[in-house]
T-cell receptor, first 114, second 110 residues
Framework: DAGVIQSPRHEVTEMGQEVTLRCKPISGHDYLFWYRQTMMRGLELLIYFNNNVPIDDSGMPEDRFSAKMPNASFSTLKIQPSEPRDSAVYFC????????????FGPGTRLTVT | DAKTTQPNSMESNEEEPVHLPCNHSTISGTDYIHWYRQLPSQGPEYVIHGLTSNVNNRMASLAIAEDRKSSTLILHRATLRDAAVYYCIIYYSGYSTLTFGKGTMLLVSP
């Protein structure tokens, strides 16, 4: 398997624009996670899905953020409208299960909002 | 919540063993201990996890104290490629997610 795939790897956009980040989890993994990493806040969970259903979105910072998982092999994280404080590295991860299972992370998308 | 305490940084020489400590005094009996690492400009990478017994895999060993209030990640022979931030994470059985702290930055010198 190619591992977790994320696109784009880098995104530069202007404030107010819509940004869509994409993730393809490892085949067969039932759980998908979206994380954000900044210098100030470290690595924090935004939302996770189980069998394509959002289970916990308490980490989503505000209504400008939304995530979908239309099928088992694809998820998106959308920011609309984007703001400079959204600049961060966004990681997607997938796993077979929860506490006794490891998570596999993608390479991340570095987002810069000017 | 089971919080973890790790040193901010540690240094090692190449080909020497490295012991990375982690304290988690409030851990519950069914909480798993996970270790991840993050190399520069990469996503976190799973290293090892355990519950009560010591664990070994191709990357490292995990030594868990008998009272489970602390654990140690052991890299048997550090290489330059092991330079990374190492995160000790308690995966709460009542929670469903990993909570990353600040981790330990491991510096490896040739």
């Amino acid at each position: 398997d190619a591992g977790v795939i994320q696109s784009p790897r880098h995104e530069v956009t202007e404030m107010g624009q819509e940004v869509t980040l994409r993730c393809k989890p490892i085949s067969g993994h039932d759980y998908l996670f979206w994380y954000r990493q900044t210098m100030m806040r470290g690595l924090e969970l935004l939302i996770y899905f189980n069998n394509n259903v959002p289970i916990d979105d308490s980490g989503m910072p505000e209504d400008r953020f939304s995530a979908k998982m239309p099928n088992a092999s694809f998820s998106t994280l959308k920011i609309q409208p984007s703001e400079p404080r959204d600049s961060a590295v966004y990681f997607c991860a997938s796993s077979l299960g929860l506490d006794s299972y490891e998570q596999y992370f993608g390479p991340g998308t570095r987002l810069t909002v000017t | 919540d089971a919080k973890t305490t790790q040193p901010n940084s540690m240094e090692s020489n190449e080909e020497e063993p490295v012991h990375l400590p982690c304290n988690h005094s409030t851990i519950s009996g069914t909480d798993y201990i996970h270790w991840y690492r993050q190399l520069p400009s990469q996503g976190p990478e799973y290293v090892i996890h355990g519950l009560t017994s010591n664990v070994n895999n191709r990357m490292a060993s995990l030594a868990i104290a008998e009272d489970r209030k602390s654990s140690t990640l052991i890299l048997h022979r550090a290489t330059l490629r092991d330079a990374a931030v190492y995160y000790c994470i308690i995966y709460y059985s009542g929670y469903s997610t990993l909570t990353f702290g600040k981790g330990t930055m491991l510096l490896v010198s040739p």
